[in-house]
């Protein structure tokens, strides 16, 4: 039997990732995970370089997902009344187009991984009569060109996909962020469904204008000249957090959907990064870095982004500098597991990286779509080097964990050349955090703390606070100073600022260093060994602190090794007349 109340109000989170589809129930008063339900998606890359998703499961999984969710609560005795609010969290940059009247997709969903575009963005880069307006476009939409932003996913559709073509011709075509397809599905569909996103997908499209959070008239414009997409396709920009509609189908019909927020966003609300000078990184697919810069919108730096997070209408917006690395992170280790079968499983890599101190020299920049944040390389592709005869499978293993670190540091210290906010501790989450040694060797590599929370799925819980927040709502006080019932683990760099004696180590040379009462009694020679003890400690500490930088050169050499690679073919034929 079913009680209500029984965890107070909760709010359910729709989470629409690249690999998975979920829906979890959170309680508002704790934020604690009651239950959930999780379907895999696949992925389809029908060409190299391409990247699709089937829309039509990506919105039946959802379904499923709530209706078994609720399944769960009753088992659990608990009352699916008490679901007040859902928010919706997802996969940024995916574009879908669809039919407005029949409901159906035009295409497969082109996911955010997709580089099908890269010569488009090859030609507008080489342009030089174009860079202007690649400047102009970035000092407005926060973004490089890049084939990871939706505007030129949406050009291919246009060009490419006759149905596309006669949709829009005949006025009955919509696009759409993943977001923006779930909620025109959950509210209605072709019969009334909303077509809405929120500032933090819409910032992702190369289209809205970061200043004034809306679909900007002169990228539009030059959209409409160049990459030619109506504006009135696009969806209606909202907060990310108020009340937009309610669900029409589903055992929630009548829920209102309350909270929207790109899956990186939510990550950075779900750590409580609301702060100037806070940032989390999130390690799934690929590694992602938020930054929260308060109401300071951060240009100065070419090699990051920019987009907004607005909790509600009446709260000033959020600025997050987000660095995308090079598409590693999880893919990675994947690749090693599933295209040079390293090993049969996930956890077996682990075992292969954690037999070794540290790569052998071996290092691994896995830019298999190229370098995005902060080199913006389209041109590079994944390279092994440093290889030599005492090579192992666990070396390889360990350069790829070690890769992931590396990016990290690659973002952050671009990201310290701005100034401003200088980091002490870097907030984490996402699949891979469950890796205490990745998590120890990005401390290590950062000479900084790294701490994990152990409500490992921020994301989803992210998109339940700004749900639970909305007015109307307001079962969930994401503002609260008051962070004392978050648990964390903290990893501590191995290494101390050089020159230093911790307390810690005073103390344990003591404790830990058994000394006869004898040498005790003669303070002369007590001295002199706490002098040595201490030379010796100070050489340790300079030689790890040389070994950190030096192995991070290193990885910077390898970084520029992996560039050039994808070349236009204007390229390659002014190679072979010069070689002719």
Known sequence: MSTRGKHGPLIGALDQGTSSSRFLVFAAESGELLTFHQ????RHCPKEGWVEQDAKLLFSAIVTCI??????????GVDPEDIKAVGITNQRETIIAW????GEPLYNAIVWLDTRTASEVDEILSNPNRKT??????????????TYFSALKMKWLLENIPAVKSAVEEKRCLFGTVDSWLIWNLTGGKSGGLHVTDVTNASRTMLMNIHTLEWDSYLCEWVAFYFRIPPSLLPTIRSSSEIYGNLALTSLKGVPISGILGDQQAALVGQMCLKPGQAKCTYGTGCFLLFNTGRQVGLNNPSSTDSNVIIRETKPPRNVRPGRFCGSGGAAIRWLRDNLSLASSYEEIDEMAANVRDSGGVYFVPAFSGLFAPHWRPDARGIICGLTEHSSKSHIARAAYEAVSFQVRDVLEAMNQEGGFPLTKLQVDGGMTNNNGLMQLQADILGIETVRPSMAETTALGAAMAAGCAEGIEVWDIFTEDTSNIICDVFKPKTEPKGRMTRELSENLFTNNPISLNVAANVGI????????????CKDRSRSISERDERYWKWKEAV??????EVHPDQIKASGDNLS
């Open 39 to 42: 379907i895999e998606i696949p």
């Open 526 to 537: 007590l001295a002199v060994n706490i002098v040595l003890f201490r030379v010796s400690y």
């Open 99 to 102: 039919d407005k009247l029949s």
């Open 67 to 76: 209706d078994k969710t609720v399944d769960n609560l009753r088992k659990l």
């Open 560 to 565: 520029k090794r992996s560039c050039g690679w």
């Open 133 to 146: 307006e690649t400047e102009r476009i970035r000092n407005l939409c926060g973004l490089p060109i890049s």
